[in-house]
Structure formats: structure tokens, C-alpha cells
């Protein structure tokens, strides 16, 4: 096959381009140019998509021995991630730029512009594994599961991936702890074994991400409220500087009357309310997603599952039900155990447990999450 390695300048992608290449597939690599005003150096674990990381991975094609490329994404992923962020944050949701990352570019943007150009898979440095099944009518669809590693699994991030992107992927290193990929690399010759993996968003490298929304948002005041009593507590600056269930940086001079600590539990964006309480009010047990992605049957309209909401979060067994079609379409989720912190903008992806490892089900967008004080 005509492989397109993306290679990040990370010692991941960089084993998952020799892995192609080893597997005796045609393979180029291309480095995705995402700022339009990259640094020059990256800030140990934080960023990415530097001129060092280009160079870096440079280096690793020319010791593969295959073409190497940078492709200037920096205009798509403004509009696709950086400014959905932010009007995401805006209406008070808390987003997964990873995730929308893995959507709209790298399994989207990459692939199709890959595609266009004759080339049958992006190979990616992902942990998660990837396999067909053949369908009764002799064609076959994806199955994503968790990666071996699963301290590194990142099947969530890609949960959001359509059927059609996943049968034009590869994760080649979905069969192997992270340990054993370090090793790989340095056995390789590769100068990035030892690189430090990636943290925080990109995007923003100073990890200041207030300081980033409240740039780019600006002062949007609005009152903060208790979810009790429903008395004013205070004034803020903007919704988009809350999430929920935080508790430091609220700008109160203290907790609870009854010297409980105070929790963000709600976040109205339209009247710019912030609504802070207990942590009893911060768990939840049923939730709505919308924008759903399915990897399996369509006639399956109730199912038991596991659910994950977080990408570094644990899977809680629940029960999923599927309603409406087209624009309508979206699932009702019911947990189990209540979880805590729930927040609209999150990806809900859902898993069922097999003998081969967790498959993933589907994915969708969390609307709305009842907290279980609000159950009758």
C-alpha cells in the first residue's frame, strides 16, 4: 500500500513510519505545519509543531530513507480548532481540541488531501488497534480497540472517527507498551527516543488557558450564583473562564457557610451565569449526546456499555439508547454509578468489553448532563 506517515517530530509517529516501512509498505512522511507562527524550539513537553519538530522528523525520514514533506495546515486548524475552542468555551462547554484535532485534520484534512493524491492510509503514531470484520454481505468495517498500553490508550480521541477514515488508517503501535516503543527508537538510531512526550494543549504553551480564552473572548461579565439558595454571590469576568467542577480561581472570598468547599456545578452562557455548590451537585447518571459517530450495526438501538468522558478518564458501565435519525439523531446514556463533573462540549465514546481487548461502539458530543440532585 501508499502509506502517508504523519510524523509529529515525536518518538511515537517516528516508530509508526519505520513500522510501515518495515511491513514493506510505499511510505512518505509529512509533517503538519499548524501554527502560522511556529517556534523555533518547543518548551520541554509543552507545543508542539515547532521547527525543532520538523526537523526532528526530518531527520527520522532520512534515516527510513523515504520522502518527507511539510504540508501547511496552519489555516485549517485555526478555523477547525483553535476558533472552535474557543466559541465552544464561549458557550460554556469544555472541549477536547485533541479530539477535534483528530477530526477535522490529521483524519480529515490529511486523509483527504493523502487520498486525492493516491495514497491508501495515514499511519499515525496513536495507541489504539485497528481491525476488519467481514459483514455478511462480504464487505468489511473498522474495529477500533483499546490500545495493550493502557496507562497511553488513546482509542478515545479517535472515537470520533467515521467508519470511512478509520478503513484509511493505520496504528501501528496499538500491540505495544510505550516502554518497548522508547526502546524500538533508540535501537533505531533515532535522536527522539528519549523526547518527551507531548502535554497541555499545543496551542497553548505557556498553559495558561484563561489567559489564552481571555484574549481572544474578552470580558463578558455575568453573575456566579449558589445552586441552592439561588443568591448572587458574586460578579466574573466571563463564562469561558469556568468549567465544571472547578473549585480554585472562582473569586470568592471563601467556601460554604457550612465550610463546604464551593464547585463550579453549571454554566449558563446565555445569561452568563455561573452556578457554584456542593460536590453532591457535580455527579450525574444520565446524559445526552449529539452528533453521533457509530462503528456498529444500525439496527441496534439499545445496548449495554461501558462509557468513558474523559480522555485519561476510567470507563463506567451504563446503558445507551439510540434516538432520531439525521440532523436529530443523538443517544441517551444511563450510568450505573454516577460520575463526577460531567460538561457539555465533552466526548462521550462508548465501549463494549470483548475477548480481544474493549471495542468501541460509538461516540458523540455530550448536550446536557441531570445531576442527581435534580432526579425526582
Known amino acids: 500500500m501508499r502509506v502517508l506517515a504523519a510524523m509529529s517530530g515525536g518518538v511515537d509517529s517516528a516508530v509508526a513510519a519505520a513500522r510501515a516501512?518495515?511491513?514493506?509498505h510505499d511510505v512518505v512522511g509529512v509533517h503538519l505545519a499548524l501554527s502560522a507562527d511556529p517556534a523555533t524550539l518547543r518548551t520541554g513537553s509543552r507545543g508542539c509543531c515547532s521547527r525543532e519538530?520538523?526537523?526532528?522528523?526530518?531527520?527520522?525520514?532520512?534515516?527510513?530513507?523515504?520522502?518527507?514533506?511539510?504540508?501547511?495546515?496552519?489555516?485549517?486548524?485555526?478555523?477547525?480548532?483553535?476558533?472552535?475552542?474557543?466559541?465552544?468555551?464561549?458557550?460554556?462547554?469544555t472541549p477536547n481540541p485533541c479530539l477535534r484535532c483528530n477530526e477535522r485534520i490529521k483524519f480529515e484534512a490529511l486523509l483527504e488531501r493523502g487520498?486525492?493524491?493516491?495514497?491508501?492510509?495515514?499511519?499515525?503514531?496513536?495507541?489504539a488497534r485497528l481491525s476488519h470484520e467481514e459483514l455478511t454481505d462480504g464487505t468489511t468495517r473498522p474495529v477500533l480497540r483499546r490500545a495493550v498500553d493502557d496507562a497511553k490508550d488513546q482509542s478515545y480521541v479517535l472515537g470520533v472517527l467515521t467508519p470511512r477514515?478509520?478503513?484509511?488508517?493505520?496504528f501501528p503501535l496499538g500491540d505495544?507498551?510505550?516502554?518497548?516503543?522508547?526502546?524500538?527508537?533508540?535501537?533505531?538510531?533515532?535522536?527522539v527516543a528519549s523526547k518527551p512526550d507531548s502535554h497541555d494543549i499545543c496551542f497553548i504553551p505557556s498553559g495558561d488557558t484563561q489567559a489564552f480564552l481571555g484574549k481572544h473572548i474578552g470580558v463578558r461579565p455575568g453573575a456566579m450564583v449558589d445552586a441552592d439558595s439561588g443568591q448572587e454571590l458574586g460578579q466574573h469576568e466571563g463564562v469561558h473562564g469556568f468549567t465544571i467542577g472547578q473549585r480554585k480561581g472562582l473569586g470568592l472570598p471563601g467556601p460554604a457557610p457550612d465550610g463546604r468547599p464551593r464547585y463550579v456545578t453549571a454554566i449558563d452562557a446565555d445569561?452568563?451565569?455561573v452556578t457554584v455548590g456542593g460536590a453532591d451537585h457535580l455527579l450525574s447518571a444520565s446524559m445526552t449526546a449529539t452528533s453521533p459517530y457509530w462503528l456498529v450495526d444500525?439496527?441496534?438501538?439499545e445496548t449495554e456499555c461501558r462509557v468513558q468522558i474523559r480522555a485519561h478518564g476510567e470507563a463506567t458501565p451504563g446503558y445507551v439508547r439510540r434516538l432520531g435519525d439525521g440532523p436529530d439523531a443523538r443517544f441517551e446514556i444511563t450510568l450505573d454509578t454516577p460520575v463526577r463533573g460531567v460538561a457539555p462540549g465533552q466526548a462521550a465514546v462508548l465501549y463494549r468489553p470483548?475477548?480481544?481487548?474493549?471495542?468501541?461502539?460509538?461516540?458523540?458530543?455530550?448536550?446536557?448532563?441531570?445531576?442527581?440532585?435534580d432526579t425526582p
Not at 461502539?361 to 448536550?367: D, E
Open 53 to 93: 519538530d520538523a526537523g526532528d522528523a526530518r531527520r527520522v525520514a532520512d534515516l527510513l530513507g523515504i520522502p518527507f514533506y511539510v504540508w501547511d495546515f496552519a489555516e485549517r486548524f485555526r478555523a477547525d480548532v483553535i476558533d472552535d475552542f474557543v466559541e465552544s468555551y464561549a458557550r460554556g462547554e
Open 298 to 301: 444500525s439496527d441496534i438501538t
Open 354 to 373: 470483548e475477548a480481544e481487548g474493549d471495542r468501541v461502539l460509538g461516540s458523540g458530543t455530550i448536550s446536557a448532563a441531570r445531576p442527581v440532585t
Open 115 to 127: 487520498m486525492a493524491l493516491g495514497f491508501d492510509a495515514v499511519a499515525t503514531g496513536h495507541y
Open 271 to 273: 445569561t452568563g451565569t
Open 21 to 24: 516501512v518495515a511491513a514493506g
Open 176 to 191: 505495544t507498551p510505550k516502554s518497548q516503543i522508547r526502546a524500538e527508537a533508540e535501537a533505531a538510531g533515532f535522536s
Open 165 to 170: 477514515q478509520l478503513s484509511h488508517s493505520m
